[in-house]
C-alpha cells in the first residue's frame, strides 16, 4: 500500500567489467578441456527457482545440439552428488563443464559463448544477463515480466522448454567472438546509476 509516487526506480550499470584485462591465450590453457569447443553459457546459482534443469533436459533431448556444444556453469555453488547423478541419467555428464573464477574469466566466457541461456523464473533484475549483452553475447532468457521491462527486444525469449530447443537447435555452430553491444554501453552504466540515486535523496 506505498503510494507509486513514493517509489523510484534506477537500473543497474553494466560497465563494471570493462577495464578489466582479458588474458586470452592464458585463460585458454586454465580452460584447455573447452578448447575450440562451441559452448552454451549458464551464469550463477543454479537452486530453485533458477529452474535451470529446464536446460539440462532441453539439452539431453536434442541430438543437434547435444551434438554441437557442450555447456558451461560458470560460478554458482559447487555441483552435488544429486547434480552429477542428474547429469549421468540425462547421459550428458562428459558435456557439462563448471568453472569458478575471476571476472576476467567470466568477460572471456561472455565475449566468447554462442549463446548465454537464463532458465530463471524469477529475478529482481538479472545482472548476469546486462553484462552479458554488454559484452556481446547473445541471450535467450525465460519470458518473465521484469526481463521485459528492462531488456525489450535486446534479447530473445522463450515460454517453454520447445521454444527453448528450438530457439538452440538453430543456432550457428561455429565459435565466434562476439562484439560490445553499444545501446546497453549507452543505456546502462554506473554514473547514470549514480546521478539518478543521488538525485532521489536530493529531492
Not at 85 to 109: A, C, M, P, Q, W
Not at 125 to 151: H, M, P, S
Request: charged share 30%; with cysteine; aromatic share 12%.
Amino acid at each position: 500500500k506505498i503510494p507509486e509516487k513514493k517509489v523510484s526506480v534506477v537500473y543497474h550499470g553494466s560497465d563494471h567489467l570493462d577495464q578489466i584485462e582479458v588474458d586470452e591465450k592464458k585463460i585458454q590453457s586454465q580452460l584447455i578441456h573447452l578448447k575450440n569447443k562451441p559452448f552454451l553459457l549458464y551464469v550463477g546459482k543454479r537452486h530453485r527457482y533458477k529452474n535451470y534443469e529446464v536446460l539440462l533436459n532441453v539439452f539431453a533431448k536434442s541430438k543437434i545440439i547435444k551434438d554441437n556444444f557442450c555447456i558451461i556453469l560458470f560460478g554458482g555453488e559447487t555441483v552435488s552428488e544429486s547434480e552429477l547423478k542428474f547429469f549421468n541419467t540425462l547421459g550428458v555428464h562428459k558435456k557439462i563443464f563448471h568453472v569458478n573464477g575471476s571476472d576476467d574469466i567470466l568477460k572471456y566466457l561472455y565475449s566468447n559463448a554462442q549463446v548465454m541461456v537464463s532458465t530463471s523464473t524469477y529475478e529482481g533484475f538479472g545482472l548476469n544477463i546486462l553484462e552479458g549483452i554488454r559484452q556481446g553475447c547473445e541471450v535467450i532468457a525465460k519470458d518473465t515480466k521484469v526481463f521485459r521491462e528492462i531488456y525489450g527486444n535486446k534479447l530473445n525469449y522463450f515460454q517453454d522448454s520447445d521454444e527453448l530447443q528450438n530457439f538452440l537447435e538453430k543456432l550457428n555452430y561455429k565459435k565466434t567472438q562476439n562484439s560490445p553491444n553499444s545501446e546497453i554501453r549507452k543505456d546502462f552504466n554506473w554514473t547514470k546509476t549514480t546521478d539518478e540515486t543521488l538525485k532521489i535523496y536530493e529531492k
